[in-house]
């Protein structure tokens, strides 16, 4: 597998949130990461992140250890994020987004501004305007932008539904199987079921700092007493 998870254990002050969390994305894998409030989901997304020291374990991409590494050498080896309440600057334009990541990096190949433009032409065409402006879906378009512009091997994706109207999310799931099928794996933390149905190949249940479950989305979806008994919905 692409990227793995082995025994991941991590917290704060003297707290444990992960308990050793073992996971594996292949390439252009989309892997919908459900679980409870407070499960451990985005401690997980920022420990891989090399945002929250990882106490125990491992996490290979491709191979090579990323355990100990800053996040900014983590996202040189490939590794994007969409977070959570999607961090955009109100203040900057889109372009001036897009520029700064686009701007960092003389590169053959691989994503352009050109190409997020030809993406999203919603944000094409508001390509002046402050980023504080663009509605709830526009800017989790443009925190994709983002992550796409880094030429990600893999992209994790907090919550990227979050407070968007249902057309809205149905038009991210749409662009999640497009980076899917570019090669890319993604792990897709999300609470809407619909939108991991819509685009996972497998799903994976958090539990107390754990992985509880893994089966592939169609036998998930065909279990919905699995669904209840771990995520208290359906
Ligand atoms: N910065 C922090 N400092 C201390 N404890 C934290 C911090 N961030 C999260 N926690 C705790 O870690 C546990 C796991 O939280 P986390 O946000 O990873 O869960 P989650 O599964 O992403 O939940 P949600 O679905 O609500 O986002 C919770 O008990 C939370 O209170």
């Given amino acids: 597998m692409f990227l793995q998870v ?3 254990c991590s917290g704060y002050g003297r707290g444990t949130v992960l308990h050793g969390v073992d996971l594996e994305v ?19 997304v920022m420990t891989m992140l090399g945002l929250v020291p990882a106490r125990q374990g491992s996490v290979r991409l491709d191979g ?14 490939g590794i994007a994020v969409v977070p959570q309440g999607r961090r955009i600057w109100p203040g900057l334009t889109v372009g001036e987004h ?7 990096r003389p590169k053959a190949g691989g994503w352009s501004r050109d190409g997020v433009f030809d993406l999203f032409p919603n944000l094409a065409r508001r390509v002046r305007q402050p980023a504080g402006l663009l509605s709830g879906g526009e800017q989790q378009m443009l925190a994709i932008a983002r992550a796409l512009l880094t030429d990600p091997a893999l992209v ?21 199987g497009s980076m899917a ?8 933390v999300e609470q809407d079921l619909r939108l991991v149905f819509a685009t996972a190949n497998r799903v ?24 209840h008994t771990l995520l208290g919905v359906g």
């Fill in 98 to 104: 897009v520029d700064v990541v686009a701007g960092r």
């Fill in 156 to 176: 994790l994706m907090d919550e990227p539904s979050e407070g968007l109207a249902p057309a809205v999310t149905r038009q991210i799931g749409e662009v999640i």
């Fill in 64 to 77: 090579r250890e990323i355990v100990g590494l800053r996040a900014d050498q983590v996202s040189r080896h």
């Fill in 26 to 44: 292949d390439r252009g894998e989309v892997l919908g990461l459900l679980g409870r409030n407070g499960a451990g989901k985005s401690t997980l």
């Fill in 204 to 227: 994976a249940v958090m539990e107390k700092g754990e992985v509880a479950h893994t089966t592939d989305t169609g036998t998930f979806r065909r279990q919905p007493e699995l669904a």
């Fill in 181 to 188: 099928a570019t090669g890319v794996g993604i792990l897709l």
């Fill in 6 to 8: 082995n025994g991941l």
